[in-house]
T-cell receptor, first 114, second 109 residues
Framework: EAQVTQNPRYLITVTGKKLTVTCSQNMNHEYMSWYRQDPGLGLRQIYY???????DKGDVPEGYKVSRKEKRNFPLILESPSPNQTSLYFC?????????????FGPGTRLTVT | QQPVQSPQAVILREGEDAVINCSSS?????VHWYRQKHGEAPVFLMI?????EQKGHEKISASFNEKKQQSSLYLTASQLSYSGTYFC??????????FGSGTKLNVKP
């Protein structure tokens, strides 16, 4: 089954404790992206990647890191989480956004930083 | 650069029609429409590209006015399953992507 998977689905952590949210897709998509969703603000792009080893900042990259060492995986790293990073996070992938292909979303990771 | 959606919320009775609008202050390369149900991930509805190409579900229709940098999503003969939050998203030729703040649609029996 074609899908985007994220782990964990729920995470409660404390300020400053490094964490990684994994994202994997099995559709051989070149484009992958991370979004955060907050009430009233819609989905905002954190980072995106057009291919292996090619990543770039989205609209709200502060406090986050990403890597794309393999085509299928695109982990999101919070080196020192803070309470303002409490949010619902979605990973998405697309064959090629520039060529007009849709994004497929993972199920989401609800992160709480206390 | 976030596109602006209107209205923010709509309440319909089954069978009624609705239009959701999306506009941008920047030149649009493409417009995407997604629907999100509570607690779930967004699901693709339609893509509209410069030049008139469209791709999406048969029961959904939309328009894209490149000159005005606007798009509209048309929901006709609404069903209960149409309820959810609708997001437009706009892509640039640099692969950044911006979603609107969403339109909540509630279809009642």
């Amino acid at each position: 089954e074609a899908q985007v998977t994220q782990n964990p689905r729920y995470l409660i952590t404390v300020t400053g404790k490094k964490l990684t949210v994994t994202c994997s897709q099995n559709m051989n998509h070149e484009y992958m992206s991370w979004y955060r969703q907050d009430p009233g603000l819609g989905l905002r792009q954190i980072y995106y990647s057009m291919n292996v080893e090619v990543t770039d900042k989205g609209d709200v990259p502060e406090g986050y890191k990403v890597s794309r060492k393999e085509k299928r995986n695109f982990p999101l790293i919070l080196e020192s989480p803070s309470p303002n990073q409490t949010s619902l996070y979605f990973c998405a992938s697309s064959l090629s956004l520039q060529a007009g292909h849709e994004q497929y979303f993972g199920p989401g990771t609800r992160l709480t930083v206390t | 650069q976030q596109p602006v959606q209107s209205p923010q919320a709509v309440i319909l009775r089954e069978g009624e029609d609705a239009v959701i609008n999306c506009s941008s202050s920047k030149a649009l390369y493409s417009v995407h429409w997604y629907r999100q149900k509570h607690g779930e991930a967004p699901v693709f509805l339609m893509i509209l590209l410069k030049g008139g190409e469209q791709k999406g579900h048969e029961k959904i229709s939309a328009s894209f006015n490149e000159k005005k940098q606007q798009s509209s999503l048309y929901l006709t003969a609404s069903q209960l399953s149409y309820s959810g939050t609708y997001f437009c998203g706009t892509g640039s030729n640099f692969n950044k992507f911006y979603f609107g703040s969403g339109t909540k649609l509630n279809v009642k029996p």
